[in-house]
């Protein structure tokens, strides 16, 4: 009765998103590139701006300039969800990994550009404006004027040629020059036009470029707090001088590159004790580790975004994140009221967040999400059995494994009725997405199945019953699986139940992920699962890797990928199609023309469809979210992959008074 109640509650509430949707829901907040430009798009007027009673007091006591000195020439404006909020209060909220508090702490890292979800393009963010040449080889990037480090410091084009010229361009500091800004195998160069202009060029077309200028995982790559890092490097500071913090950090002597590396708190995953107080852009910057597992921020002062009434975001104080053993302890928090926002927290514990609703002081929303297919399996084209690996190989084989899977029943039983069977591919939200894309051997078709394997030659069986390889070994399908999250295991026993149901005898090995990798990268594995978690256009154009074998992890054959990143060298050389989604690829990053990027990426998908280089199971299920009563400017009825719309708007959320 109460899984039947379950499904009641979130199909109605997902109807409903569906419906706002199809409406014109607005899904996004506005954002306007200067008080000007909100006054010319709307006919309002900001008359002054307005701070944190905090920053006040600070003001006052003259710790801090005033806050029209602390903003830009021309803050980024933006139009809140619902509505303007209050300053105040603290944010808790949990993680189970170390580098898990940038879902909140590390949001809002500081982004050169932005993203617009309902158009698919990007928008200003630090750039406020940006120049592409017609062949798509030089980008000419203009910066906000006046911005300014958490601690006041100015930020030029001079923390931007400092992160290019003495880290990316110093072989100690990076080996091996980032590929996404390697095009024809020459890297990218970099020089300042004057304290705000930059200009980027590229040795041929690099179209999808300015995605990367969105990305907030690779934000630290882009700049650093020249006025702090350098006195860690020896271009400004003597090695004599760099000795006594060299021996003092443990490290050997003359080895500065370390001591940088060390000192450097700017990548968005850290917590490194060097965090604390590290000058960032971000709307909330890490000020103290009270006690181990605690970490701590608070607002930044100069942080360059106001809402529409003036008022300088972010709207809440601070932000506490606890490192919690495991998942378990997150819901017991949750049910005593402790955390007062907790999202992606999954299906299975639906009934019993419900229930404490009011116990807790919280309310549940469940967030549709556009991760594409929740679970999927690929089988190794490349794995050391050379007689297993010539039947995978075979597309008829993969075919047959996707007819017999059972996905209504991985639905129900699962996902609680909640998702929809479907094909390994992209969103359904995608502008790539063709319906063909996502019903592609997605029926579940036991007959046709077995028809397909006895036509292989698959059709003798041993005595227990299990098909037999022509060979004459015993067919077996190993699946090997890591804990991304606490679906996969479920799915997965439904799944190696449909495959010995087809007379292959398959078994379950749980990995953990670090395991899981090495022997992934070391073409182990002979069946993998993953969740497809690049499945958004913007991530898809930058990372297909689900869909083309170029970065080992998500390998559907690592020899293949190994021959592609050793340019032959090693490996195995693949089939023209495999090469072909190579080629896909380059021309989705590098081509000038969206109609021409369009059309490569829909090819990718169109061979994943006819190919089953991936198996999926289903799509569009919901994540749960827990947070406050009072806490807003949450969108409830949110449709993307919610920690990357967090990532960017966090700051306006605030607790209702």
């Not at 970099?190 to 202009?197: F, G, R, S």
């Not at 927290?345 to 549940?364: A, Q, S």
């Not at 060298?569 to 023209?576: C, D």
Request: charged share 25%; glycine share 6%; hydrophobic share 40%.
């Amino acid at each position: 009765m109460i899984r039947k109640l379950v499904v009641v509650l979130l199909a109605g509430v997902l109807c409903l998103l569906t419906a706002r949707s199809v409406l014109g829901f607005e899904r996004h907040i506005k954002v306007y590139n200067s008080p000007r430009n909100y006054t010319e798009l709307t006919g309002e007027k900001i008359e002054r701006f307005n701070e944190a009673h905090s920053l006040k007091v600070k003001v006052a006591a003259g710790e801090l300039p005033p806050i029209e000195e602390r903003l830009p020439e021309k803050p980024l404006v933006i139009e809140p969800f619902e509505k303007i909020g209050y300053y105040g209060g603290m944010l808790n909220t949990g993680t189970t990994w170390s580098g898990g508090y940038w879902i909140m702490g590390g949001a809002e890292s500081g982004n050169l550009l932005g993203f617009d979800y309902d158009t698919a393009k990007v928008i200003p963010s630090i750039l406020e404006k940006w120049e592409i040449s017609e062949d798509a080889k030089t980008f000419t990037l203009y910066l906000r004027k006046g911005i300014k480090w958490s601690d006041g410091a100015p930020f030029t084009t001079n923390d931007i040629l400092f992160q290019y010229e003495d880290v990316l361009m110093n072989k100690k500091l990076t080996p091996v020059f980032p590929s996404k800004f390697v095009v024809n195998e020459k890297p990218m160069k970099l020089e300042a036009i004057d304290d705000y202009t930059f200009r980027i060029s590229f040795a041929a077309p690099y179209g999808a470029f300015p995605l990367m200028l969105y990305d907030y995982i690779w934000s630290p790559e882009w700049f650093k707090p020249k006025h702090h890092m350098k006195n860690f490097h020896p271009r400004y500071t003597s090695l004599e001088n760099l000795e006594p913090l060299i021996k003092k950090a443990g490290f050997g002597k003359g080895e500065w590159w370390r001591l940088f590396l060390e000192m450097d708190g700017s990548n968005t995953w850290s917590l490194k004790p060097v965090c604390i107080n590290f000058p960032r852009l971000s709307a909330w910057i890490m000020t103290d580790k009270p006690k181990p597992g605690i970490t701590v921020f608070e607002r930044n002062p100069y942080y360059w975004k106001v809402d529409c009434e003036g008022n300088q975001l972010p709207y809440i104080d601070k932000i506490r994140v606890e490192l919690m053993s495991n998942p378990e302890v997150i819901t017991m928090k949750i049910l005593n009221g402790e955390l007062n926002y907790q999202f992606e927290l999954g299906i299975p514990n639906y009934p019993l967040f419900k229930e404490n609703e009011e116990r807790g002081g919280y309310r549940l929303l469940p967030l549709r999400t556009d991760l594409g297919t929740k679970v999927h399996y690929h089988l190794n084209l490349t794995y050391p059995d050379l007689g297993w690996r010539k039947i995978v190989q075979d597309k008829r084989f993969r075919i047959a494994l996707s007819l017999g899977i059972d996905r209504e029943k991985i639905n129900d039983v699962v996902f609680l009725g909640l998702a929809r069977p479907a094909q390994s591919t992209i969103s359904t939200t995608s502008a790539f997405m063709e319906p063909e894309f996502i019903t592609s051997y997605a029926q579940y078709d036991p007959k046709k199945a077995n028809q397909l394997l006895d036509e292989m030659g698959l059709d003798k069986r041993d005595k227990e019953g299990w098909r037999l390889r022509p060979d004459g070994k015993r067919l077996t399908l190993p699946i090997d699986y890591q804990p991304q999250h606490e679906l996969i295991e479920p799915t997965t026993e439904i799944v190696a139940k449909n495959w010995r149901e087809l007379g292959i005898e398959t078994s379950m090995k749980f990995s953990q992920p670090s395991l899981w990798g090495e022997l992934q990268a070391a073409n182990q594995i002979a069946v993998g699962v993953l969740q497809h978690c690049h499945a958004i256009d913007d991530n898809f154009i930058i990372v297909p890797v689900f869909e083309v074998p170029y970065e080992v992890f998500a390998s559907f054959a690592p020899l293949w990928t190994l021959w592609y990143t050793t340019e032959g060298e090693k490996g195995e050389e693949p089939p023209a199609e495999i090469k072909r989604l190579f080629e896909l690829r380059k021309i989705m990053l590098t081509t000038p023309s969206e109609k021409e990027r369009s059309k490569a990426a829909k090819e990718i998908l169109r061979s994943q469809a006819e190919n089953l280089w991936h198996i999926g199971t289903v799509c569009d299920q919901p994540n749960l979210s827990v947070v406050a009563k009072n806490l807003q400017n949450c969108p409830e009825n949110q449709e993307e992959y919610f920690a990357e719309w967090l990532q960017s708007n966090a700051n306006q959320l605030f607790f209702e008074r």
